[in-house]
């Protein structure tokens, strides 16, 4: 049987002496809505950034996929990132096609034999709570990216289940994930330059 983490917060406690009467007060201008963590602990991603950019282009595919994460590095890099690169990849051409599929794949290739690895350290199951999102697939060079993050988040659950247990340190899960993260930040790194950066070998032209 699976074990669950629990992480949504504490309900607030009445102060000593309270009756539980609702107190009267005088309203307050009402302040704009903002989005609270849910039980996995995230706050909601309310929009993408760049969706704009990625509105603009004309992507190979107009592929819909929904991704389960539950750290708080997935959800920042979903936000911030995978837009951006979605687009760029979208309309990459030459050696940078060239430069991206090489950091996709080395990054998924580190992923998967650490997932492995991990794996190999049997521990009990855990149930962390998680958030879905839906993300457009411009490209299957876009599709290898969801798969990164599906994999990230895969050692990310895995890791915290063997630390728990002591199968592994702290200090090795913190080194599996920060590699990762370096990974997968060096893709967005990539993905910058214009495709006049890139020779068609795929190595980045000096400035």
């Known amino acids: 049987m699976a074990a669950v983490l629990e992480l949504s917060p504490e309900p607030e406690r009445q102060p000593e002496g309270s009756t539980g009467r609702t107190a009267l007060s005088v309203a307050s201008p009402a302040a704009p809505a903002t989005p609270s963590p849910s039980a996995s602990g995230l706050t909601p991603i309310a929009r993408l950034t760049s969706d704009s950019r990625i509105g603009r282009i004309n992507p ?66 855990l149930e962390m709570p998680h958030e879905l999102i839906e993300l457009t697939i411009t490209r299957p060079l876009a599709g290898l990216l969801v798969r990164c993050l599906t994999q990230y988040d895969r050692v990310f659950v895995r890791s915290t289940e063997r630390m728990i247990e002591r199968k592994i340190t702290d200090q090795n899960r913190a080194n599996i994930l920060a590699n990762a993260e370096r990974r997968l930040k060096h893709i967005v790194q990539v993905c910058m330059p214009d495709n006049d950066q890139y020779d068609p070998d795929g190595q980045r032209r000096e400035s």
């Open 60 to 125: 190979e595919s107009d592929a819909k996929t929904v991704l389960r994460y539950s750290s708080q590095f997935a959800r920042n890099y979903i936000r911030s990132d995978y837009n951006f690169c979605a687009s760029k990849i979208a309309v990459a051409r030459g050696g940078k096609v060239k430069a991206l599929e090489k950091a996709l794949r080395d990054t998924s290739n580190w992923l998967g034999k650490t997932d492995e690895w991990l794996a190999r350290h049997e521990a009990r199951p």
